[in-house]
C-alpha cells in the first residue's frame, strides 16, 4: 500500500513537471511574439503592440489623436 502511494507520488510530481515545463514554454513564445510586434510612437515615445498601433505612411502612433497631432505638426 505504502509502495502504490509512493509511485502515485513520483506520477503527480511528473505530471506537475511537465505541466509546468509546457506552460513555461507557452508564455516564453507569447512574450516574444510581443517583443516582436511592439512599436513605438512617433509622437509620445510610448511602446504598444503593433497591431494595437495605428499605421501611418509606415509611422506608428498609441491613437489617433497622436497621429493626427503628429501630420498637423510636421507639415
Ligand atoms: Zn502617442
Not at 509512493?6 to 515545463?21: D, E, H, Q, S, V
Not at 516564453?28 to 517583443?35: A, R
Request: proline share 1%; with cysteine.
Amino acid at each position: 500500500m505504502g509502495k502504490l502511494f509512493f509511485y502515485i507520488l513520483i506520477a503527480l510530481l511528473i505530471y506537475w513537471i511537465i505541466k509546468n515545463r509546457h506552460s513555461k514554454k507557452d508564455s516564453d513564445i507569447s512574450d516574444l511574439d510581443s517583443i516582436e510586434d511592439t512599436v513605438s510612437c512617433v509622437h509620445c515615445g510610448v511602446y504598444l503592440p503593433k497591431s494595437e498601433a495605428i499605421n501611418h505612411q509606415d509611422k506608428y502612433f498609441c491613437c489617433q489623436e497622436h497621429c493626427d497631432q503628429f501630420l498637423s505638426s510636421s507639415s
